[in-house]
C-alpha cells in the first residue's frame, strides 16, 4: 500500500470522500493543506468535503514512527556526546 494518496476532487455538495484504503489509526488527512479529520466508513479511510474544488491528501504516519523516529535520534545524540565527551 502507499504511504499517501492526492487527489483533486471538484463537488457541488457537502460530502464523504472515501478511499479503497483500509483504515488503520496512523492515517491522517490534508485538505487544501489544513488537517482535518479523517474518519473510517466501512473499514475505509474517508473525510468529509465541502461543495468546491479541493486538492486532499491522505498520508499514513503512525505515532509508534515518530516515537521511534525520535527515541533513535535521541540514542544517536547521547551516543555522540559520549564519543566526543573528551574533544
Do not use: C
Not at 479511510?45 to 525520535?70: E, R
Request: proline content about 6%.
Amino acid at each position: 500500500t502507499p504511504n499517501y494518496i492526492e487527489a483533486k476532487v471538484n463537488v457541488p455538495n457537502t460530502s464523504i470522500l472515501v478511499v479503497n484504503q483500509n483504515y488503520f489509526k496512523g492515517w491522517k488527512v490534508m485538505i487544501d493543506g489544513n488537517r482535518q479529520i479523517i474518519k473510517p466508513y466501512k473499514g475505509l479511510i474517508s473525510a468529509d468535503i465541502m461543495p468546491g474544488y479541493h486538492k486532499v491528501k491522505f498520508y499514513y504516519l503512525p505515532n509508534s514512527f515518530v516515537i521511534g523516529f525520535i527515541m533513535s535520534l535521541s540514542t544517536l545524540v547521547v551516543i555522540i556526546s559520549i564519543v566526543f565527551k573528551d574533544y
